[in-house]
């Protein structure tokens, strides 16, 4: 079955192949094998990079699905060509990986994710990026179902922050990240 998805993650696993963990608009997040990806002549390698939008082919596999057929639709070079932009871009990635369940199909979180990438990609400055990150952390609460909490601007860590940590009953790595490189 063909589908779109955002690379969320990448694992390497056996020689050659790799684990690419996504969230994809029919079936939410998943996890699936991209085999030989990591051999030099992989022509699907480089359209599986984290943080593009992808459509492929999912092939029944013993244990997890197989993509095949990969092609890149959006690459979203400006947001990665930024470390701020990209910082941002990261922490939703790492708050899909960690507090998604797989297989759940959810429409408004496909939109809410795809619609970030595009924003991060095309509209938000690099030194607004910490405003954004707000605005869509307050979002993305409301999405995932966890209510209206305090809307929160500051530059320091933000009640937000402690709301998904919470939520995710672990410390986001992704933060410590984002406050390293979105110093002033």
């Known amino acids: 079955m063909r589908t779109k998805a955002i690379i969320i993650k990448k694992q390497p696993t056996n020689e050659y192949d790799e684990l690419i963990t996504c969230y994809t608009q029919e079936f939410g997040k998943l996890t699936a094998v991209a085999k030989s990806v990591l051999k030099g002549s992989s022509m699907q390698g480089m359209h599986l990079d984290n943080l593009n939008l992808v459509d492929f082919e999912l092939i029944n596999g013993r244990s997890l699905p197989i993509i095949a057929a990969a092609q890149a639709e959006r690459s ?3 947001l990665k060509s930024n470390i701020r932009l990209l910082a941002v871009a990261q922490f939703f990635m790492d708050v899909a990986d960690k507090m998604v369940f797989d297989l759940q199909k959810d429409e408004s979180l496909w939109n809410f994710m795809s619609g970030v990438l595009e924003k991060l990609d095309n509209r938000v400055r ?3 990026a910490l405003t954004f990150l707000r605005q869509q952390q307050f979002y993305l ?3 995932l179902g966890y209510g209206s909490p305090r809307f929160d601007l500051g530059k ?3 009640n937000l922050d402690t709301e998904f940590e919470y939520a995710l009953g672990a410390r986001l790595r992704s933060l410590d ?3 390293s490189v979105l110093k002033y």
Do not use: A, W
Request: glycine share 0%.
């Open 76 to 78: 979203f070079v400006n």
């Open 126 to 128: 690099p030194e607004n």
């Open 141 to 143: 609460l409301k999405v």
């Open 156 to 158: 320091e860590r933000s």
């Open 177 to 179: 990240f984002i406050y």
